[in-house]
Nanobody, 121 residues
């Protein structure tokens, strides 16, 4: 069974940095990860896409451009979100997200369990 496991959240002061990690497991030996991404949800707000990477492009929501960077390690089935110059408004639960193709299930979207990021002013 495919699972996404996140790590790296925590409490940081404004202008600080954090790095989130996500690893996919249970994919079997024949699979393809089409999309790797990060979403976040702040209290009382809808979940929003933060960053997303595919083979052909990378996208960021406007509020994190220039501060956050998404990167992937295909050999480890992992991806990361480097967050710099953090602001209190970045406080949210961050979820990793992926579209993974396997022979058994085809293309399916998966979510990580979420990790809390809190930025103090």
């Amino acid at each position: 069974q495919v699972q996404l496991v996140e790590s790296g959240g925590g409490l940081v002061q404004a202008e600080g940095s954090l790095r989130l990690s996500c690893a996919a497991s249970g994919t079997g030996s024949f699979f393809r990860i089409n999309i790797m991404g990060w979403y976040r949800q702040a209290p009382g707000k809808e979940r929003e896409m933060v960053a997303r990477i595919t083979d052909i492009n990378t996208n960021y929501t406007d509020s994190v451009k220039g501060r956050f960077a998404i990167a992937r390690d295909n050999a480890e089935n992992s991806w990361y979100l480097q967050m710099n110059a953090l602001k209190p408004e970045d406080t949210a639960v961050y979820y990793c997200h992926a579209n993974i193709w396997t022979p058994a299930r085809g293309s399916v979207y998966y979510w990580g369990q979420g990790t809390q990021v809190t930025v103090s002013s």
